[in-house]
T-cell receptor, first 112, second 114 residues
């Protein structure tokens, strides 16, 4: 069974640009969550989608947005990138609940 | 004060030792307690999850939850060099309905020396 797939694995962007990250969940999983991981703050919840609807959102500015498609694949977008957005962005999918959330390998975003 | 506190370590032990990893939390609404293992440059890997209080065992790993003390533990028996990684505790107040979010500890870096 394929795991959670995130693309791309690495990205380098310039301040002020925007970026779109992609996540394909495990087949059959309808819930997709996004997290930001930094050395200082650890793993922080961004948002969660289920059946194309955002059901929960973390404490991040509006520059961070996401969406989910009918096939459960999800994208997150960060506009007007700042240096502080440099982080590992992780996507997790689950079927029965957040207690069994499986993570992808992440996309490492570097903003220069 | 963070909702979940975890000693970042690093924790260094000899091969074969019993490792004890711990987290404390402040939110009494947490019902689901998870342990993840994260190798360098990889995503977190789910090791175990426990609902409410009690113990759960899976091979060399044992998870314990004490809700009265707001304290959770992960024990690793017969530790191996391949166990060297960062261990993250995570908690949620809403596991079954898919609306909950995971609150993570900072992670404990473990090194098992041959």
């Amino acid at each position: 069974k394929a795991g959670v797939t995130q693309t791309p694995r690495y990205l380098i962007k310039t301040r002020g640009q925007q970026v779109t990250l992609s996540c394909s969940p495990i087949s059959g999983h309808r819930s997709v969550s996004w997290y930001q991981q930094t050395p200082g703050q650890g793993l922080q919840f961004l948002f969660e989608y289920f059946s194309e609807t955002q059901r929960n959102k973390g404490n991040f500015p509006g520059r961070f947005s996401g969406r989910q498609f009918s096939n459960s694949r999800s994208e997150m977008n960060v506009s007007t990138l700042e240096l502080g957005d440099s982080a590992l962005y992780l996507c997790a999918s689950s079927f029965r609940g957040v207690a069994e959330a499986f993570f992808g390998q992440g996309t490492r975003l570097t903003v220069v | 004060q963070k909702e979940v506190e975890q000693d970042p370590g690093p924790l260094s032990v000899p091969e074969g030792a019993i490792v004890s990893l711990n987290c404390t939390y402040s939110n009494s609404a947490f019902q689901y307690f998870m342990w993840y293992r994260q190798y360098s440059r990889k995503g977190p890997e789910l090791l175990m999850y426990t609902y409410s209080s009690g113990n759960k065992e899976d091979g060399r790993f044992t998870a314990q939850v004490d809700k009265s003390s707001k304290y959770i533990s992960l024990f690793i028996r017969d530790s191996q060099p391949s166990d060297s990684a960062t261990y993250l505790c995570a908690m949620s107040s809403d596991g079954s309905s898919n609306t909950g979010k995971l609150i993570f500890g900072q992670g404990t870096t473990l090194q098992v020396k041959p």
